[in-house]
Structures are given as structure tokens and as C-alpha cells.
């Protein structure tokens, strides 16, 4: 299995542009989570869909902040618009609903804004 | 509320030292406890979890029992490598009316040769 995959890996935008990050879960996986990691918050949940559908968004800073999981197999995480603050590392996972405790993570997109 | 609660670090040790990373939680219900890796540059991974009360998860040498009484789950190695150097993060997974996972602040693991 090739693992969560995310792109880009590295993100570098000014500051009021749109970035749209990608991540594609293992197949056969139906919950997606979105964290982001910074050193002073350390790792933050944003939002999480079960079978595409969003649940829990609650995580999600503020309006310029949104996900969409259109099929099984993709999700996206879009800012607009980004923000220095925003700088950070956004890490994409997944999990089997009915073993969600265990989560697997991709290997992040560092995003700087500056 | 729900939380995780783990030592601060860094924490700094010899090769072949023995490692102990505290972890305390609070939960409704009956969680389920993690511990996660992160090496340098990469995503967490899953070390080794306990599902149930008096469990031990293990792995890689690694190893943490989930105390109920003490509301713990304490990380350890009898001698940790160089290349155990990373983050270290607890984690609590719970199903109270949806699922949800709890991380840790993390606790970073120096290893000198």
C-alpha cells in the first residue's frame, strides 16, 4: 500500500494568495482527518470526515479555512486567503471507521507564507 | 473534558540509557491509548497502543502498560539508540457519542552516542 499521500510537500506563497493542499488516503479507508502542526501549538485537529462527509469542523481557525472530500479518495484543504500565521505543517490521515483509534499519517505539506 | 497530559521536554539521554516518557489521561468512558512516533521530517506513526485496562503495548523495544488506577501509560525502553531520536506523542481515542483522538503536547527524545 502506498501509504496517505500529500501534495505538494513544500508550499511557498505570499502572503493574500490562495494554497490548496491534496491528500489521498489509503484505499478502503473512510475516515480522513486534517491536522495542522506548529511549534507553539504543537498539533491541532482542523476537521475530519467520515465517509466523505464532514463531522467535526470545529478545529477549523476561521472562514478562510475550508475542506472538501469530494470522493473516497481525495480531499483538499484550501486557504484563502493565507495568512504569515498560517505557516505551518499540515499533515493529512486516515483511519477504518470501525478501528478509527488507529490513524495513519502522511508525510505533511510544510506551507510558509510570507 | 477529555485530555492527555505528557512529561515536557527534551529529553536528553546516552545511548543504552533506559527511557521513561510519563503519560497521564482523562477520559469519560473507556478510551483507548496510544503512543505515536515522529521522526524528523515525517508523519506520526503508530509505536503501540492498549485497548483495555492492564494491556501492555509493545514494540520496537518499546513498551507501556495502560494503568486504569493511575489513569497512565507511561513509555519505556530498557536502552534506547540514537535512532530513536524524535517526538513522542500520547494519544487517547474515545467513543462517547462520535469518535474522537486526543494528542499529547509530544515530548522530544535526544539520544547521544
Known amino acids: 500500500d502506498a501509504g496517505v499521500i500529500q501534495s505538494p510537500r513544500h508550499e511557498v506563497t505570499e502572503m493574500g494568495q490562495e494554497v490548496t493542499l491534496r491528500c489521498k488516503p489509503i484505499s478502503g479507508h473512510n475516515s480522513l482527518f486534517w491536522y495542522r502542526q506548529t511549534m507553539m501549538r504543537g498539533l491541532e485537529l482542523l476537521i475530519y470526515?467520515?465517509?466523505?462527509?464532514?463531522?467535526?469542523d470545529s478545529g477549523m481557525p476561521e472562514d478562510r479555512f475550508s475542506a472538501k472530500m469530494p470522493n473516497a479518495s481525495f480531499s483538499t484543504l484550501k486557504i484563502q486567503p493565507s495568512e504569515p500565521r498560517d505557516s505551518a505543517v499540515y499533515f493529512c490521515?486516515?483511519?477504518?471507521?470501525?478501528?478509527?483509534?488507529?490513524?495513519?499519517f502522511g508525510p505533511g505539506t510544510r506551507l510558509t507564507v510570507t | 473534558g477529555d485530555s492527555v497530559t505528557q512529561m515536557e521536554g527534551p529529553v536528553t539521554l546516552s545511548e543504552e540509557a533506559f527511557l521513561t516518557i510519563n503519560c497521564t489521561y482523562t477520559a469519560t468512558g473507556y478510551p483507548s491509548l496510544f503512543w505515536y512516533v515522529q521522526y524528523p521530517g515525517e508523519g506520526l506513526q503508530l509505536l503501540l497502543k492498549?485497548?483495555?485496562?492492564?494491556d501492555k503495548g509493545s514494540n520496537k523495544g518499546f513498551e507501556a502498560t495502560y494503568r486504569k488506577e493511575t489513569t497512565s501509560f507511561h513509555l519505556e525502553k530498557g536502552s534506547v539508540q540514537v535512532s530513536d531520536s524524535a517526538v513522542y506523542f500520547c494519544?487517547?481515542?474515545?467513543?462517547?457519542?462520535?469518535?474522537?483522538?486526543?494528542f499529547g503536547a509530544g515530548t522530544r527524545l535526544f539520544v547521544k552516542a
Open positions: 490521515a486516515s483511519s477504518l471507521t470501525r478501528d478509527a483509534n488507529e490513524q495513519y
Open positions: 470526515f467520515n465517509n466523505n462527509v464532514p463531522i467535526d
Open positions: 492498549a485497548t483495555k485496562a492492564d
Open positions: 494519544a487517547l481515542w474515545v467513543n462517547t457519542g462520535g469518535f474522537k483522538t486526543i
